[in-house]
């Protein structure tokens, strides 16, 4: 990324239009290296990765032709170690510490630009969660780290998953909620895999003299781990029906934010408001279009393709239609003249 940037500043001498913006371009790589984030890990993990053979000796996971012990190994550990803590340690404080500040800086474009690929996928109530998220892959590694047993790493891996699947069926972060139900699913997707793969590890074997031991411990993880997923659904479904119970209040307070909004977007400029649009993401764009779609419906009572009001009964308003149409029609036609 900094090589570009340079290069970009030396092309810039001839042709100033190609210059990279500094902010665009550390999103764009630092998102790339968010996506790789669990690829990093593992590989930052593998040299600790090890297993006791029959004959008592510790080899590496990933070679079974090195041990776990000596000076080969040494002198891979301490570069793992340094790895780790630069590449996973340094990636997570950097991104926690942006993540903190983001309710003070987030007014800042500079600062939406450089870290919004940390904030856009997820509501407004749960920006912080993409920190569980980079704790869920992190733990996942060092559950082989620190357990040697197929059965135990099965189960570490289900248990974090399952805390994991939970606390989204709770807090559902994702900007939308078909999302959080998604990521719901294929954690329990997930679980319901790593269940049937205990029976499958090495230590259910009957030449393992533990095999029995190891056969119940399967058993109890498979019944625990099934368990916990009809726990995060019905949470989930609880959630959603004491929303709806109880949503007198919190559509009251929705009314009276959306009503101080509707006030201060109407103060924009018109070049403030074709900017705002310019800028914002397609995700944003459509969720906007769907709100729109919502208020012709429901508070002026059009009906349109893509929507038509769900109210029992008619409601009427001052505010004529057709005249509000034409206006927005022209304003946003001017604007857009302005800012071509």
């Not at 008592?56 to 012990?69: V, W």
């Not at 407004?124 to 969660?129: I, K, N």
């Not at 109407?266 to 906007?288: C, G, N, P, R, Y």
Request: contains cysteine; glycine residues 4%; aromatic residues 12%.
């Amino acid at each position: 990324g900094a090589f570009v940037f340079l290069v970009s500043i030396v092309v810039s001498k001839a042709t100033p239009r190609a210059r990279m913006d500094f902010n665009t371009l550390f999103n764009a790589v630092f998102s790339l290296v968010f996506t790789l984030f669990p690829a990093i890990v593992a590989v930052s993990l593998v040299t600790f990765k090890c297993h006791t053979n029959p004959n008592g000796k510790d080899t590496l996971a990933a070679d079974e032709g090195l041990l776990c012990s000596g000076d080969p190994w040494t002198g891979m550990a301490i570069g793992a170690i340094f790895a780790s803590v630069i590449y996973v340690g340094g990636f997570g404080a950097v991104m926690t510490w942006a993540i903190i500040q983001a309710p003070k800086q987030y007014s800042r474009a500079e600062f939406r630009a450089r870290w919004k690929f940390l904030f856009l996928k997820y509501s407004e109530e749960c920006w912080w969660w993409s920190l569980p998220f980079l704790a869920k892959i992190v733990l996942m590694n060092m559950g082989q780290c620190f357990f040697e047993q197929g059965v135990a790493q099965i189960l570490w891996v289900c248990l974090i998953a399952s805390v994991y699947q939970i606390s989204v069926a709770i807090f559902k972060p994702w900007r939308h909620h078909f999302l959080s139900w998604f990521d719901v699913g294929m954690n329990t997707v997930f679980i319901l895999f790593c269940t049937e793969v205990l029976w499958l590890s090495e230590n259910n074997s009957s030449a393992n003299p533990d095999s029995d031991l190891a056969r119940t411990i399967a058993t109890a993880g498979t019944v625990v781990n099934l368990s916990l997923w009809p726990i995060a659904v019905g949470i989930a479904a609880w959630l959603m029906y004491d929303e709806r119970k109880n949503s007198v209040i919190p559509r009251l307070e929705d009314g009276a934010k959306f009503y101080k909004l509707v006030q201060t977007v109407s103060k924009a400029t018109e070049q403030e408001l074709v900017d705002f649009f310019m800028d914002i993401s397609a995700l944003d764009l459509a969720s906007i279009r769907s709100t729109m779609q919502a208020v012709n419906a429901e508070f002026l009572g059009q009906i349109s393709r893509a929507r038509c009001s769900s109210r029992s009964t008619s409601r009427t308003t001052s505010i004529p239609v057709k005249e509000v149409e034409v206006e927005a029609s022209e304003t946003v036609s001017d604007a857009v003249r302005v800012s071509l």
